[in-house]
């Protein structure tokens, strides 16, 4: 059996999320080819052999802004390759380009899989649903499968493999939509909050954008990415695009901090697959502390310069 994986990447580094889903696919017995585009450095392409590829093929006549473009020329690879499965990340890239994959191949598609496929009875595989507070199986019979790989939600092993790299300029050929300009947000030198290991939020309770220096300064610390909850976007203290929740970016750190943020169940539904939630609220009885891993109630002009200086003493 064969699979075909997309490989994103931001600037010529492979995505995390991207990383996670050829380790994914290696898993499901099969060989394994990753496909990515644009110009990354041969040994970046050849890193991806530790997650699991056998082989890498990177198309630099597609930039990836196009997903339309990208979408064809996966499914013109895997067709060439005679690749039963794709497998994308769930993440930007892969929820724009999967479902036109599986219809350009008349595929069944499951997204936001959480774990291998079970094939002792068919091909069923586990995803999460509603936001993530329950789990369904998905049985899939067509011949064609598109899988995207909920990003941290697999224990990932490395090896000290390498992968064969192949760099090739093919044009997909004319899509029904025509990208036509990117225009990049104003995040340059940012942490990409969807592949932050660490994200340090914050809420209406820090009272002000004038008191985000400490939440920053933490952040900074502990090598964390910044984000907020939607009512601080709203009202225009913090950027819309630091907004985490069910209606903003959805995320899944390994380690998500709270600070005066109650914890609404939409803000819930995009940062519950968080793995260790640490909040920090002066209210003993907010919602937050029902999901958090670890709570403390107290003032965060208290609390907060606490962790500064203790994330201080131990960078020192």
């Not at 774990?115 to 899939?140: C, I, M």
């Not at 954008?209 to 976007?233: H, I």
């Amino acid at each position: 059996m064969a699979v075909v994986v997309l490989v994103e990447n931001k600037d010529g580094k492979i995505l995390k999320s991207s990383n996670e889903a050829v380790y994914y696919a290696s898993q499901m017995d099969a060989d394994c080819t990753a496909l990515t585009f644009g110009n990354v450095d041969d040994s970046a392409l050849a890193a991806l052999g530790q997650f699991g590829a056998s082989k890498v093929i990177c198309n630099t006549a597609i930039d990836g802004h196009d997903n339309s473009q990208l979408a064809l020329w996966v499914s013109q690879k895997a067709d060439a390759l005679g690749a039963s499965i794709v497998v994308t990340a769930h993440d930007h890239g892969g929820k724009a380009v999967a479902p036109i994959v599986a219809a350009k191949r008349n595929a069944g598609i499951v997204s936001g899989v959480v774990a291998l496929p079970d094939t002792s009875n068919g091909f069923v595989v586990n995803k999460a649903v509603f936001s993530g507070k329950a789990f369904a199986q998905f049985s899939v019979s067509s011949d064609n499968k598109v899988l995207t790989v909920l990003p941290n939600s697999l224990s990932v092993e490395t090896t000290d493999g390498s992968a064969s790299v192949e760099k090739v300029a093919e044009e997909a050929g004319a899509s029904k939509v025509r990208f036509k300009e990117f225009r990049k947000k104003g995040t340059e030198g940012k942490l990409d909050l969807t592949e932050a290991e660490m994200v340090v939020s914050a809420g209406r309770g820090l009272k002000g954008p004038e008191n985000w220096g400490m939440v920053e300064e933490l952040a900074e610390n502990l090598g964390a990415a910044t984000a907020c909850s939607r009512p601080v976007a709203d009202i225009g203290w913090r950027p819309h695009h630091e907004h985490v929740g069910q209606t903003g970016i959805a995320i899944r750190p390994n380690l998500y901090i709270a600070i005066g943020i109650s914890g609404a169940i939409q803000h819930l539904a995009g940062v519950n697959g968080s793995k260790v939630i640490v909040v920090i609220n002066t209210d003993p009885e907010a919602p937050f502390f029902k999901a958090a891993d670890y709570g403390i109630v107290g003032d965060a002009f208290e609390v907060v310069p606490k962790l500064v200086e203790a994330t201080k003493n131990i960078l020192a």
